[in-house]
Antibody, heavy 123, light 110 residues
């Protein structure tokens, strides 16, 4: 079964940093583009960042640009999100998701999603 | 404020048909396909509909999607108690160079 498992979430003080990981299994990771999506407590979903299979193309939401860095290690079947200068509004469950379809045509979707990892920013 | 607009809530009785709307603009729904995700309480989102109207394997045919112009809708027929969940629409946005989501619709089965 295709699986994504996130880890690395924690309670962090404002201004702090954290590195989230997403371990992929049961599919050829280096063939797929990947995303991070987050969900603040009691709120809706917000796309955070995208990385292509070869890491050649990366996108960020404006809300995290300059503070978050997405990366991947295809040899380790792993996706990462380095989050710096954390703010209270970054408190959320962070999900990784595989991207299917064709990003160039605008016909693409996320499947599957991991179970998420909670990042709490508080002093 | 979400880029895609959904009603915050919807409800129906078992067996009924309910629809959830999703309104966008020319840069997202108007030029790209729409996907729907179901989030059961306390769980991660799950793909429900992709490419406007395609159901992944395992999704019952009670769920259907349709798109018209810059709007989309999710229809659920033969409503069941296990359909009680949050539903989100999403699409790629050409102007933002990223994906946009609706604010989510909480479906209650009365």
């Amino acid at each position: 079964e295709v699986q994504l498992v996130e880890s690395g979430g924690d309670l962090v003080q404002p201004g702090g940093s954290l590195r989230l990981s997403c371990a992929a299994s049961e599919f050829t990771f280096n063939n797929y583009n990947m995303n991070w999506v987050r969900q603040a407590p009691g709120k809706g979903l917000e796309w955070v960042s995208y990385i292509s299979a070869s890491s050649s193309t990366i996108y960020y939401a404006d809300s995290v640009k300059g503070r978050f860095t997405i990366s991947r290690d295809n040899a380790q079947n792993s996706l990462y999100l380095q989050i710096n200068s954390l703010r209270a509004e970054d408190t959320a469950v962070y999900y990784c998701a595989r991207v299917l379809g064709n990003i160039l045509t605008g016909n693409n979707w996320f499947d599957p999603w991991g179970q998420g990892t909670l990042v709490t920013v508080s002093s | 404020q979400s880029v895609l607009t959904q009603p915050p809530s919807a409800s129906g009785t078992p067996g009924q048909r309910v629809t959830i709307s999703c309104s966008g603009s020319s840069s997202n729904i108007g030029s790209n396909t729409v996907n729907w995700y179901q989030q059961l309480p306390g769980t991660a989102p799950k793909l429900l509909i992709h490419s406007n109207d395609q159901r992944p394997s395992g999704v019952p045919d009670r769920f259907s999607g349709s798109k018209s112009g810059t709007s989309d809708s999710l229809a659920i027929s033969g409503l069941q108690s296990e359909d009680e969940a949050d539903y989100y629409c999403a699409a790629w946005d050409d102007s933002l160079n990223g994906w946009v989501f609706g604010g989510g619709t909480k479906l209650t089965v009365l």
